[in-house]
C-alpha cells in the first residue's frame, strides 16, 4: 500500500499535508491524485527545478529549519518526512521539529521515516547522515515536545512495509489537542 494512499486512509479527504524534504514531488502528485491537499518543501533547489510537473505549484524551496510556510492562512492536518530528519545536525533537530509542529492543526498527524542506528544494520556510509540515532532516542524528542504516539497509524504504516527495510522505522505522532497559547 502506498503511503499516500495510507495517509489517506488516515486523514479526511482534502485534508491539508506538508511534505518536509519533498524532492522531485513524487509523493505531493500521489497525495493529490487520492483527494489530498499535498504541499512541500526541500532544501535542494536542483530538486525543486526537476520535480515532476504535477507538483510544481505546490513545491518551494526552502530550508525545514526556517519558518515553514502555509497556503491561505490555513494549517495542516499533517507534516511528514521520509529519510530526512537524519540529515539534520543533531543540534538543529528540535528546532525543525518545533517549525512541524507551528504549521500542524491542534490534534494533527506527524508521520516521519528515520535512517536509525540498528546494531543489525549495517554501518551507513552515507556521509549526508549527520544523526543516525537509535529509535529512542528520536521517540525521547517527540515526547520532549509533548506529542502523543499514535500507535494504530503507525501500525498501519509498519505493516504496509513489513517485507521492507522501512518497516520499523515509522514514527506516526500526533500534536496536542490544544497548543501551548491556545487554552
Same mark, same amino acid.
Given at each position: ?39 512541500? !518543501? ?9 520535480? !515532476? ?19 491561505? /492562512? ?57 544523526? !543516525? ?31 521492507? /527495510? ?18
Amino acid at each position: 500500500m502506498p503511503t499516500a494512499t495510507i495517509l489517506a486512509s488516515l486523514l479526511p479527504l482534502g485534508a491539508r499535508t506538508l511534505e518536509i524534504g519533498a524532492a522531485k514531488g513524487y509523493l505531493i502528485a500521489e497525495c493529490r491524485r487520492v483527494g489530498l491537499e499535498s504541499y512541500g !518543501v526541500d532544501i535542494s533547489q536542483y530538486a525543486v527545478d526537476k520535480c !515532476v510537473e504535477v507538483s510544481k505549484p505546490y513545491l518551494q524551496q526552502l530550508n525545514a529549519a526556517n519558518p515553514l510556510p502555509v497556503h491561505d /492562512d490555513k494549517l495542516y492536518e499533517c507534516v511528514l518526512s521520509m529519510e530526512v530528519l537524519e540529515h539534520i545536525y543533531e543540534d538543529e533537530v528540535a528546532k525543525v521539529l518545533k517549525e512541524m509542529e507551528a504549521v500542524l492543526m491542534p490534534g494533527g498527524l506527524l508521520v516521519h521515516r528515520i535512517c536509525l542506528e540498528d546494531v543489525d544494520m549495517e554501518p551507513d556510509n552515507d556521509h549526508t547522515h549527520v544523526t !543516525v540515532k537509535p529509535r529512542n532516542w528520536w521517540e525521547e524528542k517527540f515526547y520532549n515536545l509533548g506529542w502523543e504516539i499514535d500507535k494504530a497509524a503507525q501500525n498501519i504504516f509498519d505493516s504496509a512495509f513489513i517485507n521492507r /527495510d522501512w518497516h520499523g522505522r515509522f514514527f506516526v505522532w500526533r500534536t496536542p489537542s490544544i497548543l501551548i497559547g491556545e487554552q
